[in-house]
C-alpha cells in the first residue's frame, strides 16, 4: 500500500516516513506508554518548527464505550498497527486504554486536506483488512495536522488542543511551584497597589490635566495557551491615533526586516520620536510607570509579576511556528528575563528565545532575581513595552 502520492520528498529516514506505510509488517515492535507517546509529539512539534515539515496525528478511539470491549478492540487495533507500520512511526497510548495514537512525520507542506484524507483513506482500509467488521465498525479515527491554525482574529489560541497532550500533564508535575507562583503574585500585586497608589493618582491628575481622552488605555492582548484578555496600562498617547503605524513596524520587526526598524526604533516595540505619545506619556514609557495597573492583570490571573511580554493579536498573525512557544509554556509577565538582559539590545527572535529559556528553566528563585533586577533595568529607562 504505497504512499508515494503523500509524501515523496527524496530524503530518507523521517522525510519518507509514510511511504509503504502502513503495509509491510517490520520488526517486532511495543507500543509506546502515554507519557513517552505525548513526549514523542512535544518533540516533533520542535522538529516540525525548525524543519517546517509538518505531521499528523491519528487518533483512535472505541465509539461505544459502554460495550465492555473497549480494551480487546483497542488491543486488536494497536497490534495492526503496530504490525504494519514503519519502525519510523511512533505507535502507542494516547490515553491508556482509551485511545491510541500513530504519529506520522516529515511529511511535505502542501494540500492539507488531501494529506489527511489520503492518511485516513490508507489507515481505514488496512484496519478493515485486519480486523473483524464487528471490531472495525466500533472504531473511530480522527486526524490532527502540525502546524496547526491558530484563531488569530477570535480566541488567539491554538485550533486543536489534541496536538498539545503534554501541556497538562506539564501543568500537573509542576502543580506545586504553580500554586507558589500565583500565591507570590497575588501578594505581591498587592503590596505594590498600595506602595505605588499615591504615584497612581498623581499620574492619573496629569494624564487627566494634559490631554483628553480615558486615564487608562484597554487593549487586547494573547496570553497562556492563546487566551485573549484585556491589557491596562495608564494612557501614553493620544486618542484616535493610528494604530497602523505600529502594525507596521511589529510586522517587519518580526520578519526580520531590520533596515526599515533600525531607523525607527528605540527599543524593541518602542518607534523612535513616535508623535503618538503625549508629553505626559513620554516620562512614563521612559520611567515604566505607565505598566503599574498591569498588576491588575496580575490579580485577575491573566498575567504573573514575571514571564515573557504578551503579544497584541496583530503580532500573533506574524508569528512563526516556534515564536507560538512562548505562549504555551507560562503565563506573560509585567518584567521578565529579556526586559532585565537584553530589553533595547536584543531583536525580536532573540527576545523569544530568552522567553523560552525562562520557560524551560524557571524557578521561584528565577523569578526573585529577575524581580530584584529589575529597578535597575527601569532606571536605565530603554525598552519598555
Known sequence: MPWEETVNTGRRGRSNILIDSLSEPT?????LDEESFRRV???ERKRTERSKAPFVLMLIEVANKDSGKTVPVLESVMSVLLDSSRDTDAVGWYRTKSTIGALFTGLVSGDKSAVIMTILSRASKTLREQLSLEQFSNISISLHYYPDDWDENGPGRPSNPALYPDLSS???TKQPLLILKRTI????SLILLVICLPFCALIAIAIKATSKGPILFRQMRVGQHGKQF??????SMYVNNDHSVHREYVTKLINKDTASCETRTQGVYKIKGDKRITRVGQFLRKTSLDELPQFINVLCGDMSLVGPR???????????????????????GITGLWQVTGRSSVDFDSMVRLDLRYATSWTPWLDLKILLRTPLAVIRGSGAY
Not at 27 to 31: D, K, L, V
Not at 230 to 235: G, M, S
Open 170 to 172: 506539564q501543568a500537573n
Open 27 to 31: 520488526i517486532e515492535r511495543r507500543a
Open 230 to 235: 484585556v491589557f491596562l496600562k495608564f494612557r
Open 310 to 332: 504578551p503579544p497584541i493579536p496583530y503580532e500573533l498573525a506574524q508569528y512563526q511556528t516556534w515564536h507560538r512557544r512562548r505562549l504555551l509554556e507560562v503565563k506573560p
Open 185 to 188: 503574585d497575588i501578594i505581591g
Open 41 to 43: 509529539i512535544a518533540v
